[in-house]
């Protein structure tokens, strides 16, 4: 199984830039997820692996050879787009076998790994199906088990699960990680749904603008995010404008508008500096009145409720500062009786560790922040 | 595993054949093999489809000049010419206000009738247009039906029975192009117009026919083209009447080689600009829906309105296209008894000429579909999947049109111009070529639209699981492909047999069929009416057997 690598890798379309000067490496068998919003360049990426699309500079490495002129039959690396590609005109088990047969397998052998593959997929009894007569799920089985039927080296997924209901979306994912593992494919996934992208991967890169924003572990990519669009991008999160006011050994006092301090755990800027605060939805928490509040030592702000939306596990409410400022907490629901209602006095609180403090962007923090 | 085996064949003959398709298949991965493949069918295009009608009527302009001379030669070529934009606009614009009913009454109405009105408008098209032109002719002449009422001829040749087959033969185009269009349409433009309050004739007016304008064009243009270009049906109504294909047939039959080069330059580049004005302007036009007319269009989406739309669309069609195309099943039958048949049999007199050109015919039939199909298909993939870049796709895509913009009877002339002043080639081959020009766009069109109808992923996916580019072609794109492959050989085959234009302008001695019954129906050979119709009513057998094949293969695809 391979190891795959991009050094500098730049593709344009015209007077577009798709990719530009991206490298990166993925490790033998590892699962890594290509995370970004529409327009990023996530699907030109997985096709420059492909082999489906020539990079105009930079090399593509393939178990440390160059493949740049590889053509795409000969990479041992599957596309499976969105739509799956089943082939319409085959049945379920011809679809599994076209890919060995291609390949020059005898037609005995093609036939039991294409067998076994969809055994392996719960989907042995429609063997004789044709693609539309299964469900979406099954669809995504049978490209699944088309793919790994060629003993590809390289498993590149395009938005598989992009096509599928939010439920069966959750349910597959797992199936899907636990399917590369077992079949010990180096997996390339591209997906724009952050939820996704943190449960199954061993890395993710953050992408946009053709350019790599973050490539770490989700666990990372979410509690350090190297930027306010990551931040932004992969998970919910309130950002607060504000200037340093003090910097201590350890701490530094920031105040935000109309002159409300907060203290974070972070000494990396400068006095008077502009900078933008980040705190995770999931950080913020609410309680009734400051004798409610948890022990400990935490940033306290008085708010109001603006409006409560019960999310099931969550409870999601809105809330005016103090100074003005608008910001979203999320509640475990067994943390509360019931959704605070709305004109509800309450204090907001959070660990100064759980703020991230990062420079105010010179392009403005509303277009840093746009995702499309 | 069909379509999968061919590489595991266990005969000796099919590892031979296995084999040879596995040394194309590593050639295909070759760019330099594909190039190669790609050049030689843009060469093709150029040489033997593009270039000789364009070298060809450069050759014949000292001879158009000759018109300048004589002003009443002169005056005759302007008014045939004028005649042929005229009438191709005029039966265009009718085409469109009863073809646009009609489509709808066919996709909007009960689905079984809708089905029958939908064959039905297919018969005028499948028809060969000399025998449409014989079949109006008796239908509205003196041995018509109209006549039995009346005790004389509805209508003599001349401009009204020319405007009125021109609509016959070109209503079925826009009438196939809209069906296609609104089967497809999605019906939730025109029902959300509706909840916003707009009454069904408004909503259709204001909504859908915007929507569908570049259907609108597209039909507009096909059936300018067709009435443009039509010569062997015209010939036979046209009594003295004269269009431009008729002036060139005429003065081709009168040695006068002014005239014939003078009309046919200009019916070439008049066409060429009206096609490119139409294709240019025709999407800007604004069809006036900024104004609503409540209370009139209310009553014009009553039921009682639109079922008189209906009947008198469905009138239309059965009366002056339908009754018209199929007239002349009458004196065929009455010639299978009265022993016309049995002298077609044994090939007696002029029968013996009628089975030659017949086969002359379905000859260069097979012979322009088969290459068509080789030749055709690398420009197809090309157009389809824009291998030679954007503006380079774009460039081809417009030229591949010509041939079927550009009269067929004036590119004959050009043409045998060209081929003849090359003087190799014996008559048999001008004659093929001529076809081939004629037809080589059906091919193309038919078979680019149906690659562009696979997705793209498709191919991608089957080149990454280790096909290469032979293979994804042969297992993935053809047989996704099939039916449109078949569907554009049988109309490259039948539009072959059908052409007269260009094969009247090209041959001296060899007669193909259209042709021959041209010249029968004109009197320029003498022969009984029972033989004329006998003649032309195998000619549209057959030619409904083609269209039986094209159903039953457009029904399969469905």
Redesign the interface.
Known sequence: MPSVKLVDIVKRFGAITAINRLSMEIADKEYVCILGPTGSGKTTLL?LF???TIPDEGEIYIDDKLVNKM???????????Q?Y?L????TV??NV???P????V??EEA?RTAREMLEMMMLGHRADSKPDELSGGMQQRVALA??LA?KAKLL?LDEPLGALDARLRVELRYKLRRLAEESGVTTIHVTHDQAEATAVSDRIAVLREGRIRQYATPFHVYMRPQSLFVAHFVGGANFLQAVVARRHLEESVLELHQGLKITVRDTTHLSAEEVVVVIREDRLNIAESADKVDSGSYNTIEGEIQSSRFLGSFVSHQIRLANGDMVMSKTPTQRLEKPMPVGKKVIVYFKPSDALVYSYPAIGLSRELRVL | MRGLRLEQGSRSDSRIVNRFLSILDRLSASRRVSNLVYAFSVTFFFALVLLPPMFGILLKLDRAAEVFRDPALLGRSYSAISWSFILAFVVSALDLMSGIPLAWLIVRSNPKWGSIVDTLADIPFIIPTVALGFSTLLFWGSEGVASLFLGQAVLTPGLALVVLLHFVFSLPVVVRVMVGELSGYRETFEIAAKTLGAEPFTAVRTVTLPILRPSLVASFLLSFARSLSETGATIVVAGSFENGPVLIKNAKDAGLEGPLSFVSFTLIAGSAIAFLLIKHFGPKLRLPISRVWPETEKRLSRPNAVLARDLASLSIFIFVVIAPSLFVALPSLYALFDGTFMEALSSQGVWSTYWQSMMLSYVIGIIVTVTNMLIGMPMAVLIARRRLGKAATSMMDGLVNIPIVVPSVALGVSLGSFWRAIGILPEFWVLTISHLTITYTYFVRAMSAAIESVPIYLEDTARTLGARPLTVFRRIILPLTKYSLFAGAILTFTRSVDETGAAAAVSEKLKTLPVLLVDWVKGTVAVSRSTQSLGVGILVAVSFIGLLALRLVIRKRR
């Open positions: 096709r492909a082999g489906l053509p795409a039959e000969e990479r041992g690396a599957v596309y499976v787009p739509q590609a082939f319409p005109h085959l088990l011809e076998a076209f890919g047969l291609a390949r020059g005898n037609e036939l088309r793919g060629t590149l």
